[in-house]
């Protein structure tokens, strides 16, 4: 009967080694924090159980951040909430006039739905830059953008829900710029790694500014 035992007992270990363990804290990274370029980067992964992770702002800076995840573990598939709220609070430029009024941004939610990498953002949001009278490249434009990527995997057995699709690592980031009216923000890209979201800046149209 203890050889029995002995057997369940380490049964029972490797049952319990074999299941993900809940995640550890995120990193976060403050790429860059200038009175023309914002970009944080969040990597994380969700575990056994629901978490919720708030960033605050960092005093002192050109820019104030505040924003949320939300990490779901659901029963069949993870799924991930992001909450972003920015002001931009010194300009870059001397004909700005600060600070800038406060964007909260809709949520950011993406939810497992097949195995392999992932990539969700949510449309580039744009807001003027109050300027001085005068100004001749006026408007100026704040950009925002937020988005995440990273990998989904099936979990099978011993797992309590084989075929359970789980966020093994994610990334989400964040990027606000500040430009003059004659160099706009229109689009943001993926980078090799480390992950980088980066404007891409166009050649001015014909009649641009007219």
Known sequence: MAHINLQLLMIALVTLTAIPSEAGPITIRNISDTQSLFETDVDGSVGLLNQTHTLVDIPGT?????STI??????????????WSIRHLDGPHDEDIDP?????????TFTATAAGPFFANLPLVTIL?????GTIDAPHIDDFFLSMLGTVTTLSLPTPVP?????????????GRSTRRAEPCIGFRRMSAPVRLQCLI??????WGR
Do not use: C, K
């Open 70 to 83: 939300f990490e779901d573990s659901g029963f069949l598939a993870d799924s991930i909430t992001v909450n």
């Open 163 to 175: 075929g359970r699709l789980a966020i093994t690592d994610y990334t989400m980031a964040s990027s």
């Open 129 to 133: 830059h109050p300027t001085a009278p």
């Open 100 to 108: 800038n009024v406060g964007v909260d941004l809709p949520p950011l």
């Open 202 to 207: 166009p050649q001015r149209p014909p009649n």
């Open 62 to 66: 050109p820019w104030e951040s505040f």
